[in-house]
DNA sequence: GCCCAGGGAATCG
DNA sequence: CGATTCCATGGG
């Protein structure tokens, strides 16, 4: 049955990377700036996470956000809301990388697993978040689990587990493990459940149409 | 005015 | 453990 699993999400990617061509995610000039968008776009619309973003006015390095006042930091992501907490997670998710003197290739020589504890440890940061960060600012293969995935699987009439774990675990388990596919699949995800059946029934053009058991969700 | 968006922590049974 | 509740802005 895995290996029936594995067709179908394969089928899946080929269907969504042709429809919609590679999403050259993570979008952030930086992986410091892609952490942070992970931390500012829990349960907030990109565009007020791009809003935020400019109001850091080429300022946005570990080194201003360590020095900036909480409330001054607060300010500046207001944008995207939530942002007394987040202006915290920040800050948080900034000393766990000064631990590595803010440089990529220190924190990567660490094992992977290992990190997504020290990331989970992370006020702030939760499963996805910790894997938004392992795949696309540490290129490590962790695929991303969220609200559009399970949504997807449901309406393919999959049996999904509810525990985050578990549900990675499904996906690996059914995939190669390749960051770059990792990377590619959680985008073409996104991308698609922003372009479908996001309202019911009205899927028009839609790639997956005739795979859908579910007509919604 | 209502609904939701690329979640997660705190609290309570 | 699972289930609530709170966090907050901006666009449709």
């Known amino acids: 049955m895995a290996e029936a699993d594995r067709d179908q999400l394969m089928t899946i990617f080929d269907r969504l ?15 410091y700036e892609m952490m942070v968008g992970a931390i500012l776009t829990q349960n907030t619309a990109w565009t007020n996470v791009e809003k935020a973003i400019r109001n850091f006015e080429d300022q946005l390095s570990p080194e201003f956000v360590a020095a900036v006042s909480l409330e001054e930091l607060a300010g500046i992501i207001k944008p995207c809301g939530y942002f007394n907490q987040k202006a915290r997670h920040l800050k948080h998710l900034t000393s766990w990388f000064e631990a590595y003197d ?3 290739s220190l924190v990567t020589r660490v094992d992977e697993q290992r990190l997504r504890q020290e990331l989970l440890a992370v006020k702030g940061v939760g499963p996805e978040t910790a894997d938004s960060i392992l795949l696309y600012a540490l290129e490590q293969p962790f695929f991303v689990i969220d609200a559009y995935t399970r949504r997807l699987l449901t309406r393919l009439g999959w049996e999904v587990p509810v525990k985050y774990d578990q549900l990675q675990l499904m996906m690996e388990a059914s995939l190669p493990r390749d960051t770059h596919l990792y990377g590619e699949f959680h985008a073409l995800i996104v ?10 029934p009205a899927c028009l053009d839609c790639p997956l149409e005739d795979l859908c058991r579910q007509r919604l969700a």
């Open 102 to 104: 803010y440089d990529v």
């Open 17 to 31: 990377f042709t429809a919609y061509g590679p999403r050259h995610w993570w979008p952030a000039r930086t992986p």
């Open 191 to 200: 991308e698609h459940a922003k372009r479908h059946c996001r309202k019911s």
